[in-house]
Each structure stands twice: as C-alpha cells, then as structure tokens.
C-alpha cells in the first residue's frame, strides 16, 4: 500500500475521532462480538469532551472534511427517509448544494488558466461569491457580453489526489471482501469500484458533461417533461464550464411549489416518465438525480416541468440490458413471478441448474406484500434487503453495468417520497411500458430495424469480403507450408529408393525388403 493511502487512513481515523463518529456506531444493535471491539480502540480509554452538535452534524462535518467520495455517499442516503432518522436526513440533505466553497480567488485564477484572459475580458459580470458549492465543483453567476445570463463551473482544485486515495482502499476493501466472502463474490465488488471509479474521474471532466447535457437537451427538445439548459461551447474546457443560468424551484421546497398551486400528482407521475423515457426511449439517463440537482419551472403549475443540471454521471444501456429490464419490470407489474424467474435464469445471472419452481416461490414471497399500496407505505430498502437474502440463497449475481441504474431508482424514489407520498408508482409506469413493448413489435419498428441492418449490409460485406480473403491466404500459406516442411520425409524416400534399388528388384520372394524399402521411399516423395 502506497504511503499516501496510508496517510488517508490515518486521516480518515482522525475525522472519526474528532466528530465522534464511533459514539454513533456503538449506539446501534450490535452483535456482542463487534461490541467488544469498542474495548479495543485505544482512543476509547481517554476522557472526550462531548461535541455541542446534534448526531446529524457531526456526520455531515465528517463527510464533509472527507471530501467528494463521502459527500456523495451522503447525498444519496439524504434521499432515504424511509431509512434514516429524520434529523440525520435534513442535514445530509444540506451536502446537496451547501458544502463549503473553495476561495474565490482559486476559482477566478483556475477560470482565466483555462480559458487564456481575464474575467473581465470574457464576461459583462462575474459574481465573485458562489451562487451554489458541491462537493466536484461550484458555480458563479456571470453574464455574457452578449447579455445572456450564464453559470460558471469550476472544478475544485486538488481533487484527484484524495480521489487516488480512497479509491485504493475502496479496491483493497473489495478485494478482501472477494476474498472472504462468496456473498461478496456475487456482488463483484472490485467491479463496481472499478465502475465507480471510472465514474467519478469522467465527472472531473466538464467538457464530458457539457457532451452529456447537450445530449440530454436534444431527446426532449420541446418536450413539456424535462428542461436541460444550454451549453455555450465557446467557453467550455476541461476544468470549467459555462451554461445557461435558469430560473427554477428547487424540489425540495415543497412550500414554494404549495404556493405557486404546482400539481404535485401530475409532477410525481412526471418523474416517473421522465426515469423511464429516458431508460426505454433514449437508453442515455441521468444519474446523478439528487434534489440538488433537479428544480421545477415558474412558468406552469398546472403543467409542471422538470429543469435538470449537472450532467456529470450518465447511464447508458445496452439492446440486451434495456430488453432484460422492460420483460422484468412487466412481469413483476402482472405479478408473473414465473417469468421473472425464467428471466433471470435465462439471462444468466442465477445458475442454469436453478429450480425454477423455487426461485419463483422465493420472489413471489419478496415482492407480493408490495403490489396495491402507495409509495408511502412500500420501503424499498426493505425490499432490496429481502431481494438481496433471496439472491443469496440462490447464488444470484449483481451485474456491475447496473449499479448507476440502481442508484438513479433510490434517488428517484427518494425524490417521489417527498414530492407526493400517495403515488402508485406501480400504476404509472405499467402503462408506459406495455406501451414501450408494443412500438417494439409494431410494423414501423420492425421497419425501422430492417432499414438499419440494411444500411449495415455494405460493412457487413466487407467484413465478410475481408474474411474470406484472410481464409484464402491462411490456406495458401498452410498448402505451402508441408512442402517445406517435409523435404527431411521427401530426403529419406530418395534414400530408400536408391537402397531398395542397389539392392536388387528381382521378381522373387526373397527380394521383398528391396521391394519395400523402394514403396515406402516412393510413397514419401509423392505424397503431399
């Protein structure tokens, strides 16, 4: 292990100690044996003073000294009220947009590296004060010189080397867990910190997510679901990056959206599409949907529309995985737990061997309890719990290419909690889907398919062409290869013809070794 790894260890030791954050963990229903271990911590004999900070500050101030990796953590558990004490989730929910920023001069220094001037030479005005702080990067209001009003992002500076260093023990804890766990073996645990690694280094890179929020702004051009704002190219580059400023409601202010007479049914249900046009339609989804991130347009209560930003994590699915997921999510709706679990053995990710009638018993006992209720009265964290027992039994594997699929539906849910706790989650996406299945089977979908494997048809030649021209000249060379090869063979039947003959071809009994010798030499000098 590297010394700095090491050195974030101690670190990491050191927040711990300082917020007291082992209090918290020893206050929980532990086994007796992990109890004991409080005795063995040597900073535990010394006198502490207690913290005057609630439970729920103390976590977020560690999360917060820790930097990016547990802010995030701690961004997604504030989307789970159905599993944290209150308290503890109205703080978290501050490390969507309150972390503390980075010195303005850094930012305006890093701005004018990377774009070659000043800011006064590139803006009509630059707000000097962050108008939000996350934990990647923070953003300053400005305005072009061509008056539009526009929001500048800064990544913060320093980032990659803390970055390097949690990830190496994120990987050394993974591999352990590997190691000695067969339960972790199906969760592939060195896979998903190699997916979020990947991750969360392509979120350092604005000018990805400036491609990514391009992206997203073209599948709902003019649609009444979803704004994205726009990306002004001209002055985006790695470390910074310039967008259209909106005007919006965050989501989470749920007095502000009561005032304006927003429909918060028809926003919940909006939510929902929105999740599943853009997992079923576009197969290019936003990941990274934390309240934070997602605010609600002024302009039509009645009709109301998301405005998402930061487009920094994107998910994007296979053919296979987007079929994989429309078949489960359908037969779950209709309760055909049968196909569920033929699904799932088909696909590989439960052994072949699996008896199906087990395993659809197993699901059927997971899942019916949850059908018919609200959203407020369906936990999921419960059920992924349950799922994740019943996964063990059957050795069922957690796909890696999946994992931002899964964060993005516990934020979704989070955030569908809040915003309207009565909606039947399972009524409004059946209809969306059976919908989706059928332009799947439709005649312009099929001859849409057909037009696009035949556009594919001269690169398929090609290849082909390319093949079999690689077939010929391997055949070529391995017809060639046995005559240089089998000279030393040819050598010995030239042998054995001139013993056979100097020995004498008299057509007697007793010549026949001559005879022999005089074929076989013939049979290795003609044979090819």
Same mark, same amino acid.
């Given at each position: 292990?590297k010394l700095?790894a ?7 030791? /050191?927040?711990?100690i ?13 086994p007796f044996w ?7 911590l ?5 006198p /502490? *003073?207690p913290l005057a900070?609630? /439970?729920?500050?103390r976590l977020?101030?560690a999360?917060?000294d820790?930097g990016?990796i547990f802010i995030?953590?701690?961004?997604l558990?504030?989307?789970?009220r159905? $599993? ?5 989730a109205d703080?978290?929910?501050r $490390?969507?947009d309150?972390v ?5 001069d850094q930012?305006?220094a890093l ?7 000043p800011v006064s030479?590139?803006f009509?005005?630059?707000?000097s ?5 996350a934990?990647?990067a923070q953003?300053?209001a400005?305005?072009l010189k061509s ?8 990544? *913060? ?6 970055i390097?260093q949690?990830?190496?023990?994120l990987?050394l804890l993974? *591999?352990i ?6 339960d972790?073996r199906r969760?592939?645990p ?10 969360i280094?392509d979120e350092?890179?604005?000018?990805r997510?400036?491609a990514n929020?391009s992206?997203l702004?073209r599948?709902?051009?003019g ?7 726009q990306?002004?190219?001209d002055?985006c580059?790695h470390q910074?990056l ?6 919006g409601?965050?989501v989470t202010?749920?007095?502000?959206? @009561?005032?304006?007479r927003?429909?918060m049914k028809l926003l ?7 999740f599943f ?5 576009d197969r290019?989804f936003?990941?990274d949907?934390?309240?934070g991130?997602i605010?609600?347009?002024t302009?039509t209560?009645w009709s109301?529309?998301?405005i998402?930003?930061?487009?920094g994590?994107?998910?994007?699915? +296979?053919?296979e995985?987007q079929?994989?997921?429309a078949?489960n999510l359908?037969?779950f ?11 799932h053995i ?7 061997e +699996?008896?199906?009638n087990?395993f659809?018993?197993a699901?059927r006992?997971?899942?019916e ?5 609200? $959203? ?7 059920l992924?719990l349950r ?15 999946l994992?931002l699929?899964q964060k993005?539906?516990?934020?979704i ?5 809040q915003?309207y706790p009565d909606?039947?989650l399972w009524s409004? @996406?059946?209809?969306y889907?059976? *919908?989706w299945m059928r332009e799947r ?6 001859l ?7 556009e594919?048809?001269?690169h398929l030649?090609?290849i082909?062409r390319?093949?079999l ?9 391995e017809?060639?290869?046995?005559d240089?090869?089998?000279w ?6 030239a042998? $054995?013809?001139?013993a056979g003959?100097?020995?004498?071809l008299?057509?007697?009994?007793a010549a026949w070794?001559?005879?022999l010798m005089?074929?076989?030499g013939?049979y ?5």
């Open positions: 292990m700095l090491v050195r974030r260890l101690l670190r990491i030791q /050191r927040v711990v300082r917020y007291q954050l082992d209090e918290m963990l020893f206050e929980l229903p532990l992990l109890r004991a271990l409080s005795w063995l040597p900073w535990r004999w010394l /502490r *003073r900070l609630s /439970r729920g500050a977020r101030l999360l917060e820790l990016p995030k953590f701690g961004q558990l504030s989307t789970r159905d $599993l944290l004490p209150p308290d503890i703080e978290l929910a $490390l969507q309150q503390p920023p980075f010195p303005e930012a305006i701005i004018e590296r990377q774009l070659g001037a030479e590139l009509a005005r630059f707000d004060q962050p108008l939000a702080s934990s990647v953003v300053h400005a305005q008056g539009e009003e526009v929001v500048v992002k800064v990544v *913060r500076p320093g980032l990659k080397p803390v390097r949690d990830l190496a023990w990987f993974a *591999r867990a590997e190691r000695a766990s067969a972790a969760l592939h060195v896979d998903v910190v190699s997916d979020y690694e990947k991750t280094y350092l890179d604005l000018l997510e400036a929020a992206q702004r599948n709902f051009e649609s009444p679901l979803l704004y994205v704002p990306v002004y190219w002055l580059r910074v310039v967008m259209e400023r909106i005007y409601i965050p202010d749920l007095a502000t959206l @009561a005032d304006q927003t429909d919940a249900e909006r939510g929902v599409e929105i046009t853009q997992v079923f339609r290019f936003h990941a949907m934390h309240p991130n605010f609600v347009s302009r209560p109301p529309q998301y998402a930003i930061d487009c994590i994107v998910g994007s699915l +296979t053919d995985d079929d994989y997921l078949r359908l037969a709706f209709k309760r055909d737990y049968r196909k569920v679990a033929q699904l088909d696909s590989g990710w439960v052994p072949a +699996t008896k199906v087990e659809e018993a699901i006992t997971v899942c309890p949850i059908f018919e209720k609200p $959203l407020k009265d369906i936990s999921f964290g419960q992924l799922l994740f027992q019943t996964a063990r039994r059957f050795n069922m594997e957690v796909q890696p290419q994992v699929l993005t539906l516990l934020n849910e989070g955030l569908g909690r915003l909606l039947d409004t @996406a059946q209809p889907l059976e *919908r089977i439709s005649p312009l979908h099929l849409r398919n057909l037009q696009q494997q035949a594919q048809v001269p030649s090609q082909a390319d093949t021209e690689r077939l010929q000249r391997s055949q070529q060379r017809e060639q290869r046995p240089r090869d089998q030393p063979l040819r050598l010995l039947g042998a $054995l013809i001139g003959t100097l020995q004498g008299a057509p007697l009994l070794p001559a005879w005089v074929g076989g013939l290795l000098v003609l044979r090819r």
